[in-house]
């Protein structure tokens, strides 16, 4: 469900925001505030108010096959027109989809110094869209890959390589079908995104967890680490989570108005409009 409001709004919403949930944000902001260097890791649900759907669990379903069966690289090499169908709807969802105050917020918390690039499994493109430089565990819809010779292609090019029939597959320049940049099951996760995302974490004093329930794994375990080491975790989440009897701060939330109340906390009530570099 979209929430966007013109830009007039977002001082007064800030404010309202702020009274909806007032010990909840200033305790993140606290901890945000209290240390030099905290990791962010973000899941699917900071992407639901863009109007995104969780693919995964029980709303997961696809003309009855789940995500996790069509979202495989044994589909993408067995069953790859059916493949290209699932993500080509998915493509079309994400063409409307544009940051929301939560994708927005992080920008300005990572722009201003308070926290480190983001950590996300998302493969939207919203946090890039929104001004973060994120560390994209899961890869990006946003290009499409070659295994075979390792080209990229924009996911605009391979959506027209693809334009002719809802049955092809699009080609790589050397004949091979191209792929999504997006790690599917069965794949190991990027190895320089790995690298990345574990200097963060091996570094960090502290972790804010936003819109991921923990249940992904190797991901998850990013988390584990902050939370087993002693170091606080602050998970802000609008259902349960697998680490909830670790976190020393937990907000159930929509993601949105919580991160908007800290980026306010923290920035200033006019951190939509001002948020320029302190670093
Ligand atoms: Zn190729």
Same mark, same amino acid.
């Given at each position: 469900?979209? +929430?966007?409001?013109? #830009? %007039? ?27 030099? #260097?905290?990791?962010?890791? !973000?899941?699917?649900?900071?992407? !639901? ?8 669990? =029980? ?9 996790? +069966?069509?979202? #495989?690289?044994?589909?993408? !090499? ?36 308070? =926290? ?25 819809? =946003? ?42 099951? %069965? ?19 502290? *972790?804010?967890?936003?819109?991921? =329930?923990?249940?992904? #794994? ?9 939370? *087993? ?51």
């Amino acid at each position: 469900m979209p +929430e966007e409001h013109g #830009s %007039g709004n977002r001082a007064r919403d800030a404010a309202a925001d702020v009274l909806a949930h007032p010990r909840e944000i200033e305790a993140v902001a606290q901890l945000v505030a209290g240390c030099d #260097s905290v990791a962010v890791l !973000t899941g699917a649900g900071i992407s !639901t108010e863009s109007g995104l759907p969780d693919y995964r669990g =029980t709303s997961g379903m696809w003309r009855n096959r789940r995500f996790e +069966e069509l979202a #495989s690289i044994r589909a993408f !090499t067995e069953e790859p027109v059916a493949f290209w169908e699932f993500y080509r709807m998915r493509l079309a969802h994400l063409r409307d989809a544009t940051p929301n105050r939560g994708h927005r917020a992080l920008a300005a918390l990572e722009r201003a110094g308070h =926290t480190q690039p983001v950590i996300t499994q998302n493969v939207d493109g919203l946090h890039s869209a929104a001004g973060s430089d994120p560390v994209e565990v899961h890869g990006s819809l =946003t290009r499409a890959e070659c295994l075979a010779c390792g080209l990229v292609f924009s996911i605009e090019e391979a959506e027209r390589r693809s334009a002719g029939s809802p049955e092809q597959v699009p080609e790589c320049d050397c004949g091979a079908p191209l792929k999504p940049g997006v790690v599917l099951f %069965g794949e190991l996760l990027p190895a320089d995104a790995v690298r990345r995302a574990s200097a963060i974490v091996d570094t960090c004093q502290a *972790m804010l967890v936003c819109g991921s =329930t923990l249940a992904v #794994s190797p991901v998850n375990g990013l988390a584990a680490q902050v939370a *087993m080491s002693e170091r606080p975790l602050a998970i802000v989440n609008m259902g349960a989570t697998e680490l909830d009897r670790l976190a020393e701060v937990r907000v159930a939330a929509a993601l949105g108005p919580v991160l908007a109340g800290v980026a306010a906390s923290l920035l200033g009530a006019d951190w939509d409009h001002h948020d320029t570099p302190r670093r």
